[in-house]
């Protein structure tokens, strides 16, 4: 009987339904013909509860079952469905209450569905994560009513399931896709002109009509005594390191994700884009200590590693050591690599304080430091100022941007390779970057 109570909901047809019938008790009083309709009609309520009870409450029932994904792509738009089947014999109304995880802060989540009777339905709904790890999804809970509307009955599904949220692999996959159709240039990668030699020996051949005469091997052809050229196949398997700076920077946070979150994403599909081209890639992370540290290494399986280990990384409210960092790229990384940097800094002086560091990094590896723009000044400082207020507001945002392009002029003039960039832009400007490294063959 407890139980029975338990699932039984009132819907808001049968409160109008009360509140109507209130009204004209309370007109009878004026006119004592109504009185006993009233009553009729009221007799007539209650059959009708009591119908649409043994409707509900029958044998007959609903199932229901929520299907989640392995697993969700952070801060991309994921596909949650709601699988029901009725088998009552008559068409039935369902109110879908789904308790969300708490990460999202939706409470108020209600979906009404129609379904004939004996046949199934399916419907989905569309969720955004902004945040990495576990997300526990509550009960499905499902109120049922025939086409009376007075009472539910409640069913309960799928009463804990738990999906984790790892870096963005939608986003990995819309570039790996564009990269193998040779279509990256549509949503904005470069086409880089290959200048000079980055190549590396195959094989000596005889010389034919339209080979470079600058291969020609003299030595070779003494010994043929016919003409013979050096071969040449693209470099592949240059070892290329995603480092992610896990400082209290980086938690500086842009359209509902942190800067940490930008990078991780990047850092994925740059580090895909590299595995198609036949490069070693690589992961490293730090701030005042050293965090994780994957070795580079060109198996197509290696991503798999390198997203578990994303999924991981999370900030401090420390300050970065990168006395910890060059520390960590000398013992661990011993060839010449390319190495990627994502960190942040937002006045000159936090700049200078790091950079002997980075020049010593720099002597033996290709370094590009990737950084941030501060897109809520940037638009400050273009937005038109109205007051004094406003004004020096205004002077202190294109402050900040200014500073921001001399730290790139500053870098660059000691030879390390610098991205500058809107947090949303990060990941193409990053794959721009790595492609034009490789041609121009810096690495």
């Keep these: 009987m407890v139980a029975f109570l338990k699932s039984v909901y009132l819907t808001p047809r049968f409160f109008y339904t009360m509140a109507a019938l209130a009204v004209l008790f309370l007109f009878s009083y004026w006119w004592q013909w109504l009185f006993g309709v009233v009553w009729i009609l009221v007799l007539f309520f209650l059959i009708f509860i009591l119908l649409e009870i043994i409707m509900v409450f029958t044998k007959s029932k609903l199932e229901g079952q929520r299907i989640l994904p392995e697993k969700f792509s952070n801060s991309d738009t994921n596909v949650v469905s709601v699988l029901l089947t009725n088998q009552y014999p008559f068409k039935i109304t369902v109110g879908i209450v789904d308790e969300l995880p708490v990460q999202f802060?939706?409470?108020?989540?209600?979906?009404?569905?129609?379904?004939?009777?004996k046949s199934k339905n399916?419907?989905?709904?569309?969720?955004?994560?902004?945040?990495?790890?576990?997300?526990?999804?509550?009960?499905?809970?499902c109120f049922v009513s025939s086409s009376i509307g007075l009472v539910r009955k409640r069913y309960t599904f799928n009463k804990e399931q738990m999906v984790k949220v790892y870096p963005s692999f939608i986003q990995m996959k819309k570039f790996d896709f564009l990269?193998?159709?040779n279509r990256l240039s549509h949503i904005g990668l470069k086409k880089i002109r290959r200048i000079g030699h980055t190549m590396e020996f195959e094989q000596i051949k005889e010389y034919v009509a339209g080979d470079d005469v600058r291969t020609v091997n003299w030595k070779a052809t003494g010994k043929r005594a016919q003409l013979m050229v050096n071969q040449y196949q693209d470099e592949k398997m240059q070892p290329i390191y995603s480092i992610i700076d896990t400082s209290r920077v980086m938690k500086m946070p842009f359209n509902g994700l942190k800067l940490l979150d930008y990078a991780l994403n990047s850092s994925l599909a740059f580090s895909n884009i590299a595995l198609k081209k036949?490069?070693?890639v690589g992961l490293a992370s730090f701030s005042n200590t050293a965090g994780h540290f994957l070795p580079a290494q060109a198996k197509k399986t290696y991503l798999n590693s390198i997203l578990e280990?994303?999924?991981?990384i999370d900030t401090k409210y420390l300050d970065a050591d990168y006395g910890v960092l060059q520390a960590l790229v000398k013992r661990r990384i011993t060839h010449r690599s390319l190495l990627m940097l994502y960190t942040n800094f937002e006045h000159i002086s936090a700049l200078q304080r790091q950079l002997p560091y980075l020049l010593a990094i720099a002597q033996k590896h290709v370094l590009v430091v990737v950084f941030f723009e501060n897109t809520e000044l940037k638009s400050l400082s273009n937005s038109e100022a109205k007051n004094i207020s406003e004004i020096v507001d205004q002077t202190i945002a294109q402050q900040f941007e200014f500073d921001k392009k001399v730290m790139v002029r500053e870098l660059q003039?000691?030879?390390?390779?610098?991205?500058?960039?809107?947090?949303?832009?990060?990941?193409v400007n990053t794959i721009n970057k790595y492609l034009e490294i490789?041609?121009?063959?810096?690495?």
């Design 438 to 443: 490789k041609a121009r063959g810096l690495l």
């Design 413 to 427: 003039k000691r030879g390390i390779q610098t991205i500058l960039t809107a947090p949303e832009d990060l990941t």
């Design 179 to 181: 990269a193998i159709d």
């Design 122 to 141: 399916t419907f989905q709904y569309y969720v955004r994560p902004v945040e990495r790890g576990e997300y526990t999804f509550g009960n499905l809970n």
């Design 309 to 312: 280990a994303l999924y991981n």
């Design 278 to 280: 036949n490069d070693k």
């Design 105 to 117: 802060q939706k409470r108020d989540f209600f979906k009404i569905i129609s379904i004939n009777g």
